[in-house]
């Protein structure tokens, strides 16, 4: 059929691209995402999410070798899932790629995955990332490749009374700052028209802005802001979130790990949220 995927984009990697990471680059992104934690602010080292920055020119090419063009437009950020091997710091050098790993196909549209690396100069690991697309609308009917690993919130948590409960506010400039911070131009964050023409209500926080106020909730409530304890970070994201919102993020120790979601109002903005943390 002509919308059908193409298979053979699977597990192709991108070319490599090359990322100088600065201090002020770092506190730009710190500032953009009113993280309060010291060590980001001074850019003394990366917020989690940041790790997204280095390698966003390595996000979308995947998908380019495996969905329609004419699919293209109904594609969504569905989930989000970091890896993190060491903190990124002032001074360094990533190389980043990435490959589409597969996609299954639903009801309601099909979610395809995206494996991203980043190493350092001397081909260590720094991070891995896992980006799920949700492809809206269109079903391919098949299962094929690999699907991101899982998070899923465990509902026997609601329970018991989170361990941590965090309020949080997004300016109504916040996508103006985040859109230069991160490099993401994407003008359904910027233009109102071009927003509501798309079928939202105007314009949207970009979901890894959203993610971002999430981590610093989680590094700050159960990890003592050290960034450096943060393993794994995982979302998926459940509603858009507008400017000028709240946001409240409610954190569950389960196990060895935390789960957590973020609501505005009685919506859940964030949903499935994993957190994996080193012991100090």
Known sequence: MADAFDKSGLDVWTEETRFEVTRERLAQYAAATNDPIPAHAAGDVASPVFAIVPVFQSLMEPALDVVPLSLLGRI????????????????DTLVARGKMTGWVGQENGTAATVYLECRDGAGELVNEQHVTFFVRGFDTGDTVGEAAPPHRFDESLRARDPVATVAQHIDDDQTFR???????????????????????????????????????????????????????????????????????????????????????????????????????
């Not at 969504?76 to 001074?91: K, S, T």
């Not at 927003?195 to 990890?223: K, Q």
């Not at 409610?250 to 957590?260: E, Q």
């Open 178 to 280: 985040y859109g230069p911070a991160a490099g993401d131009p994407m003008p359904i964050h910027l233009d109102e028209q071009v927003a509501r023409d798309a079928g939202l209500p105007g314009i949207i926080a970009h979901g890894l802005c959203t993610m971002a106020f999430t981590s610093w909730a989680v590094l700050t409530e159960v990890a003592g802001s050290d960034v450096s304890r943060l393993k794994r970070l995982a979302v998926r994201f459940a509603k858009p979130v507008l400017p000028g919102q709240d946001l409240t993020t409610r954190i569950w120790r389960s196990g060895t790990h935390y789960a957590f979601e973020t609501t505005v109002g009685d919506t859940v903005v964030i949903k499935d949220g994993l957190a994996e943390i080193e012991e100090s």
């Open 76 to 91: 969504v950020h569905g989930e989000q899932d970091f890896r993190f091997h060491r903190p990124i710091r002032p001074g």
